[in-house]
Structures are given as structure tokens and as C-alpha cells.
């Protein structure tokens, strides 16, 4: 069994569909915290952040890494906050290679469209602006976490998906001579 392939990173910055693509050119089981978490909630993210706040929102977050950072062979994206809590990042590091995606403020931007589904950003009287401040604390834990890094701006999906699987395969056989 391989270790698992996960992607970490602010919001846009390309996670899930990167995700997706590797997992069809691995053939492996594609696993997206925040979509798994929406189905075991039965109700979508915004709707918890409004009815029942970020803290039940974070505990949701930390079982569903729990249960998906015991099992291997999978490729995961995560939800932009797993990785500040110390918990979620010790336990995906043991079971797997870490990737952090990056891209620069307006791509960010471009891609999140519809803040009304971001509640991070939702309340926001100057998105740009709290982009760039909460990018740049979450930074460290980010950069900490992460085996490599690959930027997605402006760039096409199957470059990106190139870089990660190089990477990938790269600190795969880094560990594996370490191991031996
Ligand atoms: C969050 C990012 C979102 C989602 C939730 C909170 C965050 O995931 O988990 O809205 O704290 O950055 P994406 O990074 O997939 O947008």
C-alpha cells in the first residue's frame, strides 16, 4: 500500500480539482474532506457556519481527517483550515506526502466566485484584503506541513498535476530509502 497523496492549501488555490485529476491518472480512491464532511453533516458548509458556528464546523473537520488520515492509498484534498490545527497536521504528516498548492491573491479571488459559499470570506467588506491577511497567517502552518510546494497560478490544470505527481513520487522514494 502507498502513502496518501494530500493537498493542503488556502481556498482556490486549485485542491480538489488537482485532486480529482490525480486520483484518475493513479486510479486511486479520491477523497474530499469538505465533501465528505457535508454528506456525514447532512447539510452543506455555509449552513453549518450559520445554524451551528465554526467550532462544530472544526470538530466535524478533525473526525473527518481522523477517520481518513488512518487509512492509505488514497489521494485527499483538504478544506483551507485543516491545517491549523495541530492534531489534523500531525496525523495526515504520519500517513502521508504532503503537497501545498499555492497561487497569488487575484487568481484566489477569480476562483472562489460566489463568496456566499466561502464563509470565510462571506463577511468580508474587503475580500482582497482579507485574503491577503488571513493567507499570510496561515502561511507557517501551511509551509511547516507541506513535503513540497506547487504554485497553480495561471497555470493549466494537467501542468499542476504533473508538478504534484512528480513531487509525489519524488518524496515517496525519499521515504522509502529512509525506511530502509
Ligand atoms: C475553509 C476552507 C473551505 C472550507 C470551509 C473553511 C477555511 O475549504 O473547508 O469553508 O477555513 O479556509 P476550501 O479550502 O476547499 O475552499
Not at 123 to 139: F, G, N, Q, T
Amino acid at each position: 500500500m502507498a502513502k496518501n497523496l494530500v493537498l493542503i492549501g488556502f481556498m482556490g488555490t486549485g485542491k480538489s480539482t488537482a485532486g480529482k485529476q490525480c486520483a484518475r491518472l493513479l486510479e486511486r480512491p479520491f477523497v474530499d474532506t469538505d465533501a465528505l464532511l457535508v454528506e456525514r453533516a447532512g447539510k452543506p458548509i455555509s449552513q453549518i457556519f450559520a445554524e451551528d458556528g465554526e467550532p462544530v464546523f472544526r470538530e466535524w473537520e478533525r473526525r473527518i481527517v481522523a477517520e481518513v488520515a488512518g487509512a492509505e492509498n488514497q489521494i485527499i484534498s483538504t478544506g483551507g483550515g485543516v491545517m491549523l490545527n495541530a492534531e489534523n497536521a500531525a496525523l495526515i504528516r504520519a500517513s502521508s506526502c504532503v503537497v501545498l498548492l499555492t497561487a497569488k491573491t487575484f487568481a484566489i479571488m477569480r476562483r472562489v466566485g460566489d463568496r456566499r459559499n466561502r464563509p470565510m470570506l462571506a463577511s468580508a467588506s474587503d475580500p482582497y484584503a482579507h485574503i491577503v491577511e488571513l493567507a499570510a497567517k496561515r502561511a507557517p502552518f501551511y509551509e511547516l506541513a507541506a513535503d513540497a510546494l506547487v504554485d497553480t497560478t495561471d497555470r493549466p490544470v494537467d501542468e499542476v498535476v504533473q508538478d504534484i505527481l512528480t513531487w509525489y513520487g519524488r518524496i515517496t522514494a525519499r521515504q522509502t530509502e529512509q525506511e530502509n
